[in-house]
Structures are given as C-alpha cells and as structure tokens.
C-alpha cells in the first residue's frame, strides 16, 4: 500500500524559509519521478516542481523558480521542498505525488494524472 505523508508546513512570515518534506512507504521510489503541488481554496490544484528518477531532472513553475528547490533521497525513502524567499502568495496546501512514470516532463513536470497523493500540509505565509 502506497504511503505519501508530508511534513514542515506552518507559519512563516514573508521572506523566511520552510523545508517540506515527504515520506513515502510501499514504492520502490527511485523508480519514480515525484511532484509537489499546492492548492489554494476556490483554485484548481497547481504543480509546482518535479524531480525524475535515475537523472533527477527537475521542472519549476515560473512562480517559484529561483526561490524552490526540490530533491529527494531514494535511501530514505523521502522528497524534500526548500522553500526560500516565502512570499504571502505561496500561501496553499501543499502536496506530494507520484504518476508512477520514472521522468519530469522538461515543461510540464509530471505528465499524468497522479495516482498517489499525500493528505497536504498548510502553508501560510505572513505579509
């Protein structure tokens, strides 16, 4: 049974930095590329960053290129999120997932439909 559990959301005030993290149990991860989205209420579900497996490629949003950094350690089992230079509209849900698909799309990040999400956690940042 696949597991995705994310960590290290919380409250931070504009500019500070926040590390996420995510747990994942029941895949082989480095066969995986993964992904992190963010949700705001009333808004549709955004990728935001993407690592591949094997070559650890990664894509970005426009909106948090510069400032995110995604990576991952295949023998912990774990994805990591640093985020850097918080603004308030960074502001979301933020989740893992996997389409269970070993590379980023250069442009897109992961190119399916996930099959596997986290349950999220809050991000809110400060003005």
């Known amino acids: 049974q696949v597991q995705l559990v994310e960590s290290g959301g919380g409250l931070v005030q504009s500019g500070g930095s926040l590390r996420l993290s995510c747990a994942t149990s029941g895949l082989t991860l480095d066969y995986y590329a993964m992904g992190w989205f963010r949700q705001v209420p009333g808004k549709q579900r955004e990728q935001i960053s993407c690592i591949s497996s094997k070559d650890g490629s990664t894509f970005y949003v426009t909106s948090v290129k510069g400032r995110f950094t995604i990576s991952r350690d295949d023998a912990k089992n774990m994805v990591y999120l640093q985020m850097n230079n918080l603004k308030p509209e960074d502001t979301a849900v933020y989740y893992c997932?996997?389409?269970?698909?070993?590379?980023?799309?250069?442009?897109?990040?992961?190119?399916?439909?996930?099959?596997?999400w986290g349950q999220g956690t809050q991000v809110t940042v400060s003005s």
């Open positions: 997932a996997t389409d269970q698909t070993p590379q980023c799309h250069p442009r897109v990040g992961l190119a399916n439909e996930p099959t596997h």
